[in-house]
């Protein structure tokens, strides 16, 4: 014990002297404001922010309740305005976790000092409260009176009844940050293990003790024990900007996450770990214990199994699958878990993700197909922290099942699906396959699940630019749901047709079209004859001709060849488009067409080409195999995307 105490001793005593020689954090006062704020200005690499934040604060401390432990988190933050006519500089949201009443916000208090002196309070009338989701709200309000030169400082109190773990603490906003701190004032019960995420700034870290004893400093009289205040520093924090194409911006931010790490008297160790985490949720939210009560979805499946003629064990899947998609209504809400029940589910009531899974998988088990939850967190939300073992990382619930040997990810929540197809916010890894003893941690990536377009034109061009022809259009994936969607919806063949691709030429006339749907198979076939006045434009040298006659891509979706985030697409995407145009009576096109290529690793965009005296004969193949892609692969992407606009946006000249 002599031991443990001279250790711990020196360990507080040099962490300490680091603090004393390392940069002080000067917590800011509520209501004043120093006089070096009027002259701060923004840092050179980021004049262009219409505000910054100067101070971001957080102290946490414990008290006691009844028989638990709640957290007490006290917020101030302070923001410098140096261009109000940004509507997000003066607009203050406050998230927190209100289900279960996890999660209360309390006084609620703000000012905006204005440059001359003056300041003008934040009313509570203004303060309003907003449903993010099934879990958060937010406290919105927008700061009174804002100019540029402002200085608006807010603070709150959030109680906190769930303290395994803490908030993350954000350090990165999308403005710069001059200062940010976070302590935790422990109890002698309890302390906190910290993990870093995608931070580059350097953290100071240090031990603060608080002698509360009145007792005389005398050897023989027992001192209490100081109070233990430990705090996280940093400065000049620069923001992390949206960007198009990215998982979630949180999964880029700068922040510090909190897991309790030791409880008790005296202190033990926690152990923290996935095992532990899964433990947990089949105690207190096993979505397989709801699945074991589907009885009525059981059956069921049972019955569908036992009384329809299926030639495949895919074949039942997916009529199974059929069966609850046609029937169930989607609340919209996303749980990894839900308690509402299979005859909720199965009457067409309104229920969340996990609520129809959860039932469809009580089904397929009723047929004698092999089943199992697989827990998400959504694109919104972010991607799972394996680091950090917690329940609450996810908020969705996807099926997976084993047909064949082969490996399917359903979700019938999602309208006019097919096994294997999700929706673009569910198509986020990991998952973690939660099993009756076991887990797994799994890749979100079904096959199914991408843009696939495939096109074949036969047409001809007259000699006043008109084309006409016959198409056939192959669709798999998001574009075939599409088709399924606006075929339940009541629209007609043709109107099905011009909406799919051809919403570019509003004066094209559809002559036939004929759109078919196999219910057994992702895939829609869409066909018809068309005609398109002045297509190609007519000049004394001949015809211009637009080759890209579907498939265009007007711009690249990048908005510059610079870029620090990684890729991330809504889903794989597959384009085979291949023309055959019968040219009018004395019009050729000159040679120098070269069939070429471009790749990389998860990209390939072919040309072919072969042009004859009357006819051409061309073709484009772009196949983008994966939906994330590093930003050292990123220029390459950029250029593929580029040719595919340049095509785009050509022209031929058909001489006469």
Same mark, same amino acid.
């Given at each position: 014990?002599?031991?443990?105490?001279?250790?711990?001793?020196?360990?507080?005593?040099?962490?300490?002297?680091?603090?004393?020689?390392?940069?002080?954090?000067?917590?800011?006062?509520?209501?004043?404001?120093?006089?070096?704020?009027?002259?701060?200005?923004?840092?050179?690499?980021?004049?262009?922010?219409?505000?910054?934040?100067?101070?971001?604060?957080?102290?946490?401390?414990?008290?006691?309740?009844?028989?638990?432990?709640?957290?007490?988190?006290?917020?101030?933050?302070?923001?410098?305005?140096?261009?109000?006519?940004?509507?997000?500089?003066?607009?203050?949201?406050?998230?927190?976790?209100?289900?279960?009443?996890?999660?209360?916000?309390?006084?609620?208090?703000?000012?905006?000092?204005?440059?001359?002196?003056?300041?003008?309070?934040?009313?509570?009338?203004?303060?309003?409260?907003?449903?993010?989701?099934?879990?958060?709200?937010?406290?919105?309000?927008?700061?009174?009176?804002?100019?540029?030169?402002?200085?608006?400082?807010?603070?709150?109190?959030?109680?906190?009844?769930?303290?395994?773990?803490?908030?993350?603490?954000?350090?990165?906003?999308?403005?710069?940050?001059?200062?940010?701190?976070?302590?935790?004032?422990?109890?002698?019960?309890?302390?906190?293990?910290?993990?870093?995420?995608?931070?580059?700034?350097?953290?100071?870290?240090?031990?603060?003790?608080?002698?509360?004893?009145?007792?005389?400093?005398?050897?023989?009289?027992?001192?209490?024990?100081?109070?233990?205040?430990?705090?996280?520093?940093?400065?000049?924090?620069?923001?992390?900007?949206?960007?198009?194409?990215?998982?979630?911006?949180?999964?880029?931010?700068?922040?510090?996450?909190?897991?309790?790490?030791?409880?008790?008297?005296?202190?033990?160790?926690?152990?923290?770990?996935?095992?532990?985490?899964?433990?947990?949720?089949?105690?207190?939210?096993?979505?397989?214990?709801?699945?074991?009560?589907?009885?009525?979805?059981?059956?069921?499946?049972?019955?569908?199994?036992?009384?329809?003629?299926?030639?495949?064990?895919?074949?039942?899947?997916?009529?199974?699958?059929?069966?609850?998609?046609?029937?169930?209504?989607?609340?919209?809400?996303?749980?990894?878990?839900?308690?509402?029940?299979?005859?909720?589910?199965?009457?067409?009531?309104?229920?969340?993700?996990?609520?129809?899974?959860?039932?469809?998988?009580?089904?397929?088990?009723?047929?004698?197909?092999?089943?199992?939850?697989?827990?998400?967190?959504?694109?919104?939300?972010?991607?799972?922290?394996?680091?950090?073992?917690?329940?609450?990382?996810?908020?969705?619930?996807?099926?997976?099942?084993?047909?064949?040997?082969?490996?399917?990810?359903?979700?019938?929540?999602?309208?006019?699906?097919?096994?294997?197809?999700?929706?673009?916010?569910?198509?986020?890894?990991?998952?973690?396959?939660?099993?009756?003893?076991?887990?797994?941690?799994?890749?979100?990536?079904?096959?199914?699940?991408?843009?696939?377009?495939?096109?074949?034109?036969?047409?001809?061009?007259?000699?006043?630019?008109?084309?006409?022809?016959?198409?056939?259009?192959?669709?798999? %994936?998001?574009?075939? @749901? *599409?088709?399924?969607?606006? &075929? =339940? $919806?009541?629209? +007609?063949? #043709?109107?099905?047709?011009?909406?799919?691709?051809?919403?570019?030429?509003?004066?094209?006339?559809?002559?036939?079209?004929?759109?078919?749907?196999?219910?057994?198979?992702?895939?829609?076939?869409?066909?018809?004859?068309?005609?398109?006045?002045?297509?190609?434009?007519?000049?004394?040298?001949?015809?211009?001709?637009?080759?890209?006659?579907?498939?265009?891509?007007?711009?690249?979706?990048?908005?510059?060849?610079?870029?620090?985030?990684?890729?991330?697409?809504?889903?794989?995407?597959?384009?085979?488009?291949?023309?055959?145009?019968?040219?009018?009576?004395?019009?050729?096109?000159?040679?120098?067409?070269?069939?070429?290529?471009?790749?990389?690793? %998860?990209?390939?965009? @072919? *040309?072919?080409?072969?042009? &004859? =005296? $009357?006819?051409? +004969?061309? #073709?484009?193949?772009?196949?983008?195999?994966?939906?994330?892609?590093?930003?050292?692969?990123?220029?390459?992407?950029?250029?593929?995307?580029?040719?595919?606009?340049?095509?785009?946006?050509?022209?031929?000249?058909?001489?006469?």
């Amino acid at each position: 014990m002599l031991t443990r105490f001279i250790v711990t001793t020196l360990f507080l005593f040099f962490s300490l002297l680091v603090s004393g020689q390392a940069q002080q954090f000067q917590d800011a006062e509520f209501g004043v404001i120093p006089d070096s704020l009027a002259s701060l200005q923004l840092p050179a690499d980021y004049a262009d922010a219409s505000y910054m934040i100067t101070n971001q604060e957080r102290d946490v401390r414990f008290q006691e309740e009844g028989n638990s432990i709640v957290a007490i988190m006290d917020y101030h933050v302070r923001l410098k305005i140096f261009d109000n006519s940004n509507p997000e500089a003066s607009l203050i949201t406050i998230p927190y976790y209100f289900e279960n009443d996890m999660e209360q916000v309390s006084d609620i208090r703000g000012w905006t000092h204005l440059p001359s002196g003056k300041r003008v309070p934040l009313q509570s009338k203004d303060i309003r409260t907003v449903n993010i989701n099934a879990r958060y709200n937010v406290k919105e309000f927008r700061m009174p009176l804002v100019q540029d030169g402002s200085i608006l400082e807010y603070r709150y109190t959030i109680k906190r009844k769930y303290i395994e773990e803490l908030p993350d603490f954000y350090l990165s906003h999308s403005v710069p940050t001059a200062a940010a701190k976070t302590s935790i004032t422990y109890p002698r019960y309890m302390r906190y293990n910290v993990i870093m995420e995608n931070n580059s700034t350097p953290i100071q870290n240090d031990i603060v003790l608080r002698d509360t004893s009145s007792v005389p400093k005398i050897f023989t009289i027992p001192q209490p024990l100081p109070v233990v205040t430990e705090r996280w520093m940093a400065y000049n924090i620069p923001p992390t900007t949206k960007k198009s194409y990215i998982s979630s911006l949180d999964d880029y931010r700068a922040k510090i996450k909190f897991m309790l790490s030791e409880f008790g008297i005296p202190r033990q160790s926690l152990e923290n770990s996935w095992a532990v985490a899964v433990a947990r949720m089949r105690e207190k939210t096993n979505p397989l214990k709801i699945i074991t009560e589907n009885k009525k979805a059981r059956a069921v499946g049972d019955s569908l199994a036992t009384t329809l003629d299926f030639s495949s064990n895919l074949a039942l899947q997916d009529s199974i699958y059929q069966y609850l998609n046609r029937r169930m209504s989607f609340s919209g809400a996303h749980h990894a878990y839900s308690e509402t029940t299979d005859t909720v589910v199965l009457n067409g009531n309104a229920a969340d993700q996990a609520a129809i899974n959860q039932t469809l998988i009580a089904m397929l088990r009723g047929a004698g197909i092999e089943a199992y939850p697989v827990l998400i967190s959504t694109k919104q939300s972010g991607k799972i922290n394996k680091d950090f073992p917690s329940f609450y990382q996810f908020n969705g619930q996807l099926v997976q099942t084993v047909v064949n040997g082969q490996s399917f990810l359903l979700d019938a929540s999602f309208s006019h699906g097919r096994p294997g197809l999700i929706p673009f916010d569910s198509y986020n890894s990991p998952g973690l396959l939660f099993k009756t003893d076991t887990f797994e941690w799994v890749d979100i990536a079904p096959s199914a699940s991408r843009f696939d377009i495939q096109v074949a034109f036969d047409g001809a061009l007259s000699k006043k630019g008109t084309l006409s022809g016959s198409l056939e259009i192959t669709e798999k %994936g998001y574009p075939a @749901r *599409e088709v399924r969607r606006q &075929q =339940a $919806n009541g629209k +007609n063949d #043709g109107g099905i047709l011009r909406s799919t691709l051809f919403e570019r030429y509003p004066d094209m006339a559809i002559d036939s079209a004929e759109v078919i749907t196999d219910v057994r198979s992702d895939s829609v076939v869409l066909s018809g004859q068309i005609t398109i006045e002045n297509y190609a434009q007519s000049f004394s040298n001949g015809l211009e001709y637009p080759p890209m006659l579907v498939g265009y891509r007007q711009e690249n979706p990048f908005e510059s060849t610079a870029r620090t985030l990684p890729v991330t697409l809504d889903a794989p995407e597959r384009l085979k488009v291949s023309y055959s145009i019968a040219l009018p009576s004395g019009f050729s096109v000159k040679e120098g067409k070269q069939n070429q290529s471009m790749g990389f690793p %998860g990209a390939k965009f @072919r *040309e072919q080409y072969d042009m &004859q =005296a $009357n006819r051409l +004969n061309y #073709g484009y193949q772009i196949n983008i195999a994966q939906k994330n892609f590093s930003t050292a692969l990123f220029p390459r992407l950029y250029d593929l995307y580029e040719r595919w606009v340049e095509l785009s946006n050509s022209t031929w000249l058909i001489e006469r």
